[in-house]
Nanobody, 126 residues
Framework: QVQLVESGGGSAQVGGSLRLSCAAA?????????MGWFRQPPGKQREGVAA???????IYTDSVKGRITISQDKAGTTLYLQMNSLKPEDTAIYYC???????????????????WGQGTQVTVSS
C-alpha cells in the first residue's frame, strides 16, 4: 500500500508563495508517470491542478498556468507543487495522488487514481 503524505500547506497572502510536498512510500507500487495534485475549494467539487503523466510531461489546469509548477525528485519519492502569485481562489484542500501505472492526462483528470494523501489546507487571504 502506498502512503502519500502532504506537507507545506498553510496561510499566505495574495501574491505570496507556498511550496507543497508529497512524500511517497512503497516506491515500487506506484508510477512516477501518473502523479499529481488535486484540490477541493470550500463548497466546490474536487479539481485536478497539475500532474506528471505517461511521457514525463506536465499538465496544468488553465487557472494555474504560469503560476504553479509541479516537479518530482530524481528518486520519484517526493512530489512538489510550487505555487506563486497566489490568489484567493487558490484556497482549498490540496491532495496528492498517484496511480499504479502510467496514465494519460485525460485519465488523470478523471481522478480515478489508486492512492491519495490526506490533504493539506491552503488558505490565501488579502
Amino acid at each position: 500500500q502506498v502512503q502519500l503524505v502532504e506537507s507545506g500547506g498553510g496561510s499566505a497572502q495574495v501574491g505570496g508563495s507556498l511550496r507543497l510536498s508529497c512524500a511517497a512510500a512503497a516506491r515500487s507500487t506506484y508510477s512516477t508517470a501518473c502523479m499529481g495534485w488535486f484540490r477541493q475549494p470550500p463548497g466546490k467539487q474536487r479539481e485536478g491542478v497539475a500532474a506528471i503523466v505517461y511521457d514525463g510531461s506536465t499538465i496544468y489546469t488553465d487557472s494555474v498556468k504560469g503560476r504553479i509548477t509541479i516537479s518530482q525528485d530524481k528518486a520519484g519519492t517526493t512530489l512538489y507543487l510550487q505555487m506563486n502569485s497566489l490568489k484567493p481562489e487558490d484556497t482549498a484542500i490540496y491532495y496528492c495522488a498517484a496511480h499504479r501505472t502510467p496514465c494519460t492526462g485525460d485519465y488523470w483528470r478523471r481522478g480515478a487514481l489508486d492512492y491519495w494523501g490526506q490533504g493539506t489546507q491552503v488558505t490565501v487571504s488579502s
